[in-house]
């Protein structure tokens, strides 16, 4: 992506720290300011993408083209934008790891053109994955033995969306997409048979059905409701010993409308007694974390369930109260003071104490307060490159099981935690802030 | 993007429709079923880049290797799809149009597998952009003599949803966007001067102000909130005469934090007095349509608005339910029945009846029905090839402008209109739909 995805007052910015020569370390760090309604912890994802942006971050030929045309910057400018690369180091929370209001997630240590001009990137990189790892890890908490497959592409924001959705939901948990590029791109399981357009084009259903068979015959999943959901089902029996005599089994049928539950019960018993026992069940249309959590409740028979617009939108919060502020620079510690966005000056880390079995509170403290718990970021690039070859979805995966594991009981719910995971500021961290403040109380 | 962004059951229908030869003609339209809370129309965008995504329709040698790879796929059935090229019509509303739900927007004629193929990627482009460009739509409703930027690509949903809402939002009628990518690729006019950083990153905020007054001559909109706002009012006009020596304007003021209003007024009389009653103020921070109303009726003295997640995101409604059905095949006419999903059969078109001033009602009918009104269906596509080159932004700007200006009044409004806009299904599609029921009724 090119690096002009950016605001256009970074490069107003970046212009002005060239005026100046201001090219002395800054710190930024990325947090979340709160928790959208309803929701108890964040999944951390994205950094992977992080990592290539900034590794690969450089403006084209083209591009410092068309800067120069604009006339709003400087020859001399464009030439030191031509020759700009990210050479900073990056600490960060691993891909998989809950996380809370505050805590920085993400902190950038670089030369303070580079690092401002990667906040635009940076932020939508890691606020988009993060908020479908975390809505989809309450669909994993919802239905935690069901399969669960992304099926929101088409109504995601667009293409990096599509793509993006189904790996952060992967790495939650969820089985697998149905987004072929996912596959492809990275190695997401992938999933999908057949759309009502398939049987409305064809004459005869069960006709269909059968030739669906013979071209797909390692894949036969059946979609029932285009007409009848019953019938539809009582023709799957009937054709399944006929598929039989050709070595064709019917692995299962899905359900897209309609009272699901219902639909499930009926279809079950027609499937059972016609001795397609074997055969699963899968549900999709409209579903998100909550009305799986009610089929999952009902004792529906239904085995997997696709998941798609609302959770690729995280229809319920699209969006994330996210920041990537500026917290130090040129060796002294920041502090932004408007009014209801204030922050927390210097570089941070975060320490989690759990016991045995459960996490149990987190310390929001600075970089080098003596390590008393286990500390949640940890360098991921440094000088500009990465420290590690990508970590696999497989790992990540591990990772999320393991954090949605401890989580304390009353977090793993779809309500509101009552009383909401303790995060607490480390007394270093207020005496530097009362301190930032008595400096800083000569501006306003 | 990869013709590969789309849903794996897509190919396994498509290896279905190989196997059976089934490649006559098919047609799909996209339509939204219903209006989310609160929204009275839809405004048409996206379909430049669908049609740039057909008629670039191909796989590449490494996608084709990668599907055989997976072992899904018959080699015979790859070959096919290596030679597979968009060859259809396509008839669409054009961008800037207003519309409502059960209106087909957009109608593909192709070779069945063709026009199957391109369902999910074609939602997916016409879906994200006719949702902002919409939501867009309102803003500039609550705001019409207001300068708007779109400010949300930090938090819209990757790359693409970041770029193309600059689109969208423009041609619904907003000033611009502070991406620059928007600007170099779609020509979308660019704003952006500073954030807090910059002023955070120096010690001294006036000396700031000055600094970046000397790098950016030409765009001096000072960021007014880091610390306190009418403080750094002051210090602007303080500032200003030293600037003037020099030849810069301070061209106007942001605030971004606080009581918009309260501030904006504080400010105003500050600049006033000051001798600086040209300089502009810019508002930002959390802003919709509806704040933005809240704001302009309170009178602030506000000259524009940045707005950003709520608008990039669509917040209160961040996805449309959207779909692209089957009507026809092979000169048969196709109905969905799914529960709650039922299909108007079909080739379709809209007349549109309008008086002098404005729109009075809209009519669902058949393509070959004689013409009565104004058909809002026009042909874009032949033979998988433009017919016209693309459609500047700044006319598709003048049909939106036409188009809300014919927008009868009650549905100007924020609040839901009643009695909603009339649509109509003409008789003719009524009578369709009964013979293809009685056709169909075969299958229950």
Redesign the interface.
Known sequence: ??V??????????L??????R?EET?V?EFFIRRLPPERNFFLAAGLEQVIDFLEDLAFTAD?LD?LSK???FRQEFVDYLAKLRFTGDVHAMPEGTVFFPHEPMLRVTAP?PEA?LV???L???L??QT?IASKAARCVLAAPEKLLVD?G????????????AARASYLAGFAGS????A??TFDVP?????????I???D??MQTFE??A???P??VVLLL????TE?AAKKTVALAPRLKQRGITIKGVRI???DLAEHARKVRRILDEGGLGQATIFASGNLDERTVRTLVESEAPIDGFGIG??LD???DA???D?VY??QE?AGRP????????STWPGRKQVFRFHDAEEMQRDVVTLEDDPLVAEPLLVPVMHGGQRLESPEKLSDVRKRTKGNLARLPRRLRSLEPASPAYPVEISPSLRRLAETVDAR?SG??
């Open positions: 992506m090119s002009l995805l950016t605001d256009l007052y970074q490069l107003t910015m212009q002005g720290y060239f005026h100046q201001m800054a930024f591009e068309w604009t006339g709003r303070l401002q906040e635009s990137r932020i939508n990189l606020q988009f908020l099926f592409m088409r109504r995601a924001h667009g293409a990096e969306a599509g793509l993006l149905a987004t072929v590029l596959g492809m992938i999933f999908g048979t057949m759309a009502h357009s398939f409305q084009a064809h005869d259903e030739q669906f013979h071209a797909n390692d894949n409701d285009t007409y009848d019938a897209d409308s309609g617009s609302r939108t995280s229809a699209p969006y994330l996210c502020k500026l620079y920041r502090r932004k003071r408007s009014e209801g966005k800083q501006q306003s």
